[in-house]
């Protein structure tokens, strides 16, 4: 290949990469905006006011607002998907795997109650919104699978098979979750004792 074809072959691959790159940048950098404003009082312009970025810029990399919150959350969840990865890898027993991932599913609850609104905004708005139902889908099977593991793990260490499904799983352990994101949120559980104890059972259950 001549040394022009290769210099333009390296060009054409470096302006995707950088291009996905700066909208990453863009889309981590406004994260807590969207967590703060929610979906409904989003707009880029309203995102830009409360950024360092322009409207411009942002307009720029997104073709809206449904496209810059797709994208800060699905790198939000790459995070969050190996979040229970430590506590499956060290945990020699159920009891320790159990305590574990107790101790992360209410820290994250706790602490990151704000970008977990922010999904659970964005997954209820695929019932109005098309466009976004292939990315929450995608990330709605990487949290199942994230959960599944744990459970299975758990499983393994206590030495009989699970009694529930893997979809039946992920949804009462989500539905635990989105439960005390609420009552924590709205004040009705701010020690999040309800979570800890619905947790419990369905470790029994499990």
Not at 43 to 52: G, T
Not at 132 to 157: P, Q, S
Request: charged share 25%.
């Amino acid at each position: 290949m001549a040394t022009g074809t290769r210099r333009e072959a390296r060009a054409v691959l470096r302006g995707p990469d950088k291009f996905a790159a700066r909208r990453s940048e863009l889309a981590t950098a406004t994260l807590v905006t969207l967590a703060e404003l929610g979906y409904a009082r989003t707009s880029l312009r309203e995102i830009a006011q409360n950024s360092a970025f322009s409207h411009g810029v942002l307009h720029y990399y997104f073709r809206d607002k449904l496209d810059l919150i797709a994208e800060a959350v699905r790198i939000y969840e790459d995070t969050c998907v190996t979040r229970y990865d430590e506590a499956v890898a060290s945990a020699s027993t159920a009891a320790e795997l159990r305590a574990g991932f107790t101790t992360m599913f209410i820290g994250t609850l706790v602490d990151d109650s704000a970008l977990h609104r922010l999904w659970y905004d964005l997954r209820n708005q695929t019932r109005f919104e098309s466009s976004l139902r292939y990315e929450v889908g995608e990330i709605e099977l990487r949290r199942a699978d994230m959960i599944w593991n744990v459970v299975n793990r758990y499983c393994e260490l206590r030495g009989e098979p699970a009694r529930l499904s893997k979809h039946l799983v992920y949804t009462t352990f989500d539905g635990i979750f989105q439960n005390g994101l609420d009552n924590l949120l709205n004040g009705t559980d701010a020690d999040v004792t309800l979570a800890r104890e619905l947790l419990d059972e369905a470790f029994r259950m499990v």
